[in-house]
């Protein structure tokens, strides 16, 4: 088992080339996993399991208020390092917080509005 953290890297980096993921999701994926070790502190990742990564996933969406695609974002990143890089399947056992998507509020316009907004069109059209 993979036990320090420049290792894990090196191994993910390989694992996200092998599969042909582009550079961006290259730096993306390294950077969350320096953002859980740094979470995690000194713990090794090798012997952390699903809970840690609901405690992190937790974390985002409560304490630094990310969104859902963040979120996600990170997550994908997790189980990435832990199924192709650790040999870990945790998907299924993870259970956490979910960041909140905003809702959109549509804007309608009243009745009285629309009757309004066509006499100033129609006073416009006209002068």
Excluded: C, G, P
């Amino acid at each position: 088992m993979i036990k320090d953290l420049k290792a894990i890297e090196k191994k993910a980096l390989e694992a996200i080339r092998f599969r042909h993921r582009s550079y961006s999701t290259e730096k993306t994926y390294i950077t969350w996993l320096k953002q859980f070790q740094s979470f995690v502190k000194s713990k090794d990742l090798s012997n952390l399991d699903a809970r840690d990564i609901q405690d992190f996933l937790s974390y985002l969406a409560v304490e630094r208020k990310v969104s859902s695609s963040t979120q996600n974002q990170a997550l994908n990143a997790l189980i990435f390092v832990y199924r192709h890089v650790l040999e870990r399947d945790i998907e299924d056992q993870i259970y956490s917080v979910r960041a909140r998507q905003k809702r959109r509020i549509h804007v309608v316009l009243t009745v009285k509005e629309v009757h309004a907004l066509e006499n100033n069109l129609l006073l416009v059209l006209h002068n």
